[in-house]
């Protein structure tokens, strides 16, 4: 693990070479679509109110129902990986609020891909925004030295698992539908 940590930190310290006024105003705007998953919450409301999108409402909110047991209350308390900012030596100017909770994985990251591969596996043309947006919050993460890379990654992957997962549930529910309404129209 320390290796990894290593080659983590040589990342975000490259990252940081790169900072920018622009950077230092538009990746803390941008991380805030992920925080506490509100963003992705509201859009998945959306979905699941308009009829013609509800399919992607309800594969969008078991996806990130499975993200957040897994990443928030299974995987961080277990790992507890401290942050970087608070496992480097050196002084990093954080512009953000340092976050409290463990460090991996990344519940931005798991949040947004979540959603953003909801939407790709139920074929709703959202997913594009959704998945530039997905990967802008997961480097606000990086740049803003909040994550390690490795906690991004898993992230990503464990978002873009659930994103399936949640498609495969919503359509479960759909065919079940589908099959009660196919036995009423039989009676």
Partial sequence: METITQIDISILN??????TGFGDIFFPFITRFGDAGIFWMVLTLVLLIIPKTRKYGL????????????????????VNRTR????????????????TDPSFPSGHTGA?????SALLFTKSKLWIPAAI????????????????PSDVLVGAVIGTITGILGTLVMKSV??????????????
């Fill in 84 to 99: 970087p900012f608070d496992y480097v030596d050196t002084v990093v100017n954080l512009i953000v609020k340092a976050p």
């Fill in 112 to 116: 947004s891909f979540a959603c953003a």
């Fill in 174 to 187: 759909y065919e079940a539908i589908s099959e009660r309404n196919k036995r009423k129209l039989a009676k």
């Fill in 14 to 19: 490259f990252i940081q070479q790169f900072r």
């Fill in 59 to 78: 594969a969008m909110a078991v996806s990130l129902a499975i993200e957040a047991i897994l990443c928030n209350v299974i995987i961080k308390p277990l």
């Fill in 133 to 148: 947006l997905a990967t802008l919050i997961a480097f606000s993460r990086l740049y803003l030295y909040v994550h390690y």
